[in-house]
């Protein structure tokens, strides 16, 4: 697992853990029962405070994508395994869309006011 981040990016460098992980989740590089490594690892790796690392695995908690538990640390949740299968339709709505001309900007907005 690589996580990748931004140091001069406005957005907060948990959010940006939090992001890489989603990624590896979705390009199915990571699925239910992987471990990740634990929070001082990873914060060692990229050179930020371990709870910055620990409020990107708390986020990944609330979104149902991670699993924490004292003695086993985060597992990505099992019910992470239809985001591969979601993650394909997207592109497919994504390549859909751009051949009938609507811009991403036009998409993501469609997207947003049909979940509202």
Same mark, same amino acid.
């Given at each position: 697992m690589l996580i990748r981040i931004d140091a001069n990016a406005?957005?907060?460098?948990?959010?940006?853990?939090?992001?890489?992980?989603?990624?590896?989740?979705?390009?199915?590089r990571l699925? /239910?029962?992987?471990?990740?490594? /634990?929070a001082r690892e990873v914060a060692d790796a990229i050179e930020v405070n371990?709870?910055?690392?620990?409020?990107?695995?708390?986020?990944?908690?609330d979104e149902g994508l991670l699993d924490l538990r004292r003695g086993r640390g985060a597992v990505i949740s099992a019910s992470?395994?239809?985001?591969?299968?979601?993650?394909?339709?997207?592109?497919?709505?994504?390549?859909?869309?751009?051949?009938?001309?609507?811009?991403p900007a036009a998409l993501a907005a469609l997207v947003k006011e049909t979940t509202e």
């Amino acid at each position: 697992m690589l996580i990748r981040i931004d140091a001069n990016a406005t957005r907060p460098i948990y959010d940006q853990v939090a992001s890489s992980v989603r990624a590896d989740i979705v390009a199915g590089r990571l699925g /239910p029962g992987d471990r990740l490594p /634990p929070a001082r690892e990873v914060a060692d790796a990229i050179e930020v405070n371990v709870h910055t690392v620990l409020r990107a695995y708390q986020q990944l908690r609330d979104e149902g994508l991670l699993d924490l538990r004292r003695g086993r640390g985060a597992v990505i949740s099992a019910s992470v395994a239809p985001l591969a299968e979601l993650a394909q339709d997207i592109r497919d709505l994504v390549a859909r869309a751009a051949a009938l001309g609507v811009s991403p900007a036009a998409l993501a907005a469609l997207v947003k006011e049909t979940t509202e």
